[in-house]
């Protein structure tokens, strides 16, 4: 099994910043690829980004383009979204997701191994 770990959530004002970590550990050599996922209330979970284990190429949903930067240390076995100019709809709960491939995909169900979540709200 693969166990992931989010950290780096909180509350922050409109256009300021964040940055989430994701930590795995366990059987790490199954990851193909890494993602960020949201859940808004009363919503769907949503694709953010997502990258190969080996780091490219990466992926965005076209609403956070040139606001975050997914990126990773394999050393250390983490992921990363930092998050800048954050605007109120960006508050949701964010989860790093684990995918033992083959395809790179943005969609849910291509995701092996899901993080418990962390609380992104950004206050207007």
């Known amino acids: 099994q693969v166990r992931l770990v989010e950290s780096g959530g909180g509350l922050v004002q409109a256009g300021g910043s964040l940055r989430l970590s994701c930590v795995a550990s366990?059987?790490?050599?199954?990851?193909?690829?890494m993602g960020w996922f949201r859940q808004a209330p009363g919503s769907e979970r949503e694709f953010v980004a997502s990258?190969?284990?080996?780091?490219?190429?990466?992926s965005y949903r076209d609403s956070v383009k040139g606001r975050f930067t997914i990126s990773g240390d394999n050393a250390k076995n983490a992921v990363y979204l930092q998050m800048n100019s954050l605007k109120p709809e960006d508050t949701a709960v964010y989860y790093c997701a684990a995918t033992s491939g083959p395809i790179l995909t943005t969609g849910v169900n291509g995701y092996n191994y899901w993080g418990q979540g962390t609380q992104v709200t950004v206050s207007a």
């Open positions: 366990g059987r790490t050599f199954r990851i193909y690829a």
């Open positions: 990258m190969p284990w080996g780091g490219s190429p990466t």
